[in-house]
Each structure stands twice: as C-alpha cells, then as structure tokens.
Nanobody
C-alpha cells in the first residue's frame, strides 16, 4: 500500500507564505521516488484539479503560469519527501493541494486558505 501524507496547509493572509510537505511511505520505495517525477496539484471549490508544479528525477521543474515566481517545488530523495514553498500567496491560491507521484499515486490533500 502506498501512502502520501501531506502537511503544512492552513489559513494565511494574502501576501503570506506556507510550506507544504509530502512524505511517501509504504509501497513507494526510496528508489522509485528518486527516479520518478513528483509534484503538486490543487483543486479549488467548483473547479477541476490543476497542475501546480512538478519536478523530475533530474531536477527539472515545471510550474503553472499562475504560480511562477511565487512557488518553488523541491524534493529530498533520502527522506522520500517533496515540498512546495508558496510565497506571496493570493486569495485565488485557495484550494486543496494534493501530492502526486508518477504511477497515479495521490495524497489525501491539505487545505490552503488565503484570506484577503
């Protein structure tokens, strides 16, 4: 069984920062994690789930246009963890954020609410 556990969500004022973490365990070995893309998606109320950021095993990153310059994705292979540093948060960033690992593995989601 695969487990992806997100943490770090919460309520923050516009302009503030949050750091999300996602720790993988279970059937996802450290080797699998290190050699596959991982990322973050989000789903706002009434909207479809959308990509926020991904990072490959080689460290190449990809970001949604709406978060470029504000969010940074990183990964720690030894800890089998992926992070999302979110700065200059906006109310439109309010959503449930999901961790993803290639192979269609998903976390349960963590809520991020940005107040204006």
């Amino acid at each position: 069984q695969v487990q992806l556990v997100e943490s770090g969500g919460g309520l923050v004022q516009a302009g503030g920062s949050l750091r999300l973490s996602c720790a993988a365990s279970g059937a996802i070995s450290g080797t699998y994690f290190r050699f596959n893309p991982v990322g973050w998606y989000r789903q706002a109320p009434g909207k479809q789930r959308e990509l926020v950021a991904t990072v490959t095993s080689g460290g190449s990153t990809d970001y949604a246009d709406s978060v470029k310059g504000r969010f940074t994705i990183s990964r720690n292979g030894a800890k089998i963890t992926v992070y999302l540093q979110m700065n200059s948060l906006k109310p439109e960033d309010t959503a449930v954020y999901y961790c993803w690992v290639k192979g269609d593995y998903w976390g349960q989601g963590t809520h991020v609410t940005v107040s204006s």
